[in-house]
């Protein structure tokens, strides 16, 4: 929990044009009005900036990444942005998970009456309200494309979190201490020289060069690029998947179903903050240490912080505002 001190030792002003909860003390709460129906340019511009500067601090100082999730809904509705995800499909990798809404309802199977309506078309289908809310998880790590992809349509989250290391590979010795030798008359062997040409020792799980430059083989790795496949793994080995699971996936039966979801998605607002417990939220950060949601019912976004992040924010902002960024707020 954060010291009453450490709350109000920044000036509120200083941190404009974002707002801070400064009564809440399970965490740094902020938000920052958006305009979702129609993003000005300028305002995605001081938005994209901030976030990159407050990104790259993140991770130099604490080593935090980003984990980056659209919802599927605002995807689909928007048929700009539906063909840019498509297009990108092949880059993102992105993998599909349910999304929790601490104030949403369940779904409610159509009754009879409502599907002879749809039968006749007297009422409109609409998929989804009649189906779990979803959202898209970007296993690729181009993170400038991805703020610049879906930022600002109302459905974009990022969470920053340390990077997880397996307890067990740890213990493995690096590859390095190895040493592999390969006898001279190998090397030096007609039918060998090309196979072992650009062999790494320390990487002998590498794709080998003259398979990777085979003429017949660059339309293949033009579209699956085996170093991003070998990242995308790593990235789904993960154990906060899990964590997510068990932590929102509050109401979803431990079943067959629950067992092939990949990972659910807390979708918070302002108000979940204070309607919950402190305990409740912290148990929420033990998935990530920055949370970072746009919210249509806030109209804007939210970033609630496990620590005190006010003087960051505000280093940041001053950092902009003094090199001329001004953020419009209509």
């Known amino acids: 929990m954060l010291k009453s001190e450490e709350i109000f030792r920044v000036d509120s002003k200083a941190l404009l044009p974002w707002r801070w909860a400064e009564s809440m003390r399970s965490c740094s709460l902020f938000w920052i009005p958006v305009n979702f129906r129609s993003i000005p340019r300028s305002q995605q511009e001081w938005l994209l900036k901030f976030f990159a500067r407050l990104s790259a601090h993140l991770f130099e100082a604490s080593g935090l990444q980003a984990e980056h999730f659209m919802q599927m809904q605002v995807i689909d509705e928007n048929e700009q ?17 349910r999304c929790w809404l601490p104030r949403g309802t369940q779904p409610i199977p159509a009754s009879d009456q409502e599907v002879e309506l749809l039968a006749s078309k007297k009422k409109e289908f609409r998929p989804y309200d009649y189906a779990h809310a979803q959202a898209w998880w970007f296993l690729g790590r181009d993170v400038d494309a991805l703020w610049e992809r879906y930022l600002g349509y109302g459905g974009f989250t990022a969470f920053f979190l340390k990077p997880h290391v397996e307890e067990n590979l740890a213990s493995i010795p690096p590859i390095a201490n190895t040493q592999i030798i390969i006898p001279k008359f190998l090397r030096n062997d007609p039918g060998l020289k090309v196979l072992l040409e650009d062999f790494n020792p320390q990487k002998p799980n590498q794709i ?4 990777r430059n085979h003429r017949a083989m660059r339309q293949v790795f033009s579209l699956f690029e085996p170093d ?31 067992e092939g979801i990949l990972f659910v998605l807390p979708k918070l607002a302002s108000q979940d903050f204070f309607a919950h417990t402190d305990q409740r939220i912290r148990r929420w950060f033990e998935v990530f240490d920055v949370y970072i949601n746009e919210s249509p019912e806030d109209e804007g976004i939210i970033m609630a912080c496990k620590d005190d992040m006010a003087p960051l924010i505000a280093s940041i902002v001053g950092g902009m505002r003094t090199e001329g960024y001004r953020y419009w707020e209509g």
């Open 228 to 258: 991003m496949m070998q990242q995308n793994n790593n990235v789904l080995a993960s154990p906060f998947r899990d964590l997510t699971k068990d932590i929102f996936g509050v109401g979803i039966p431990r079943d067959l179903e629950y």
């Open 81 to 97: 942005l539906r063909k840019s995800f498509i297009n990108a499909m092949m880059k993102e990798s992105p993998m599909l998970g």
């Open 208 to 211: 080998p060069g003259f398979i």
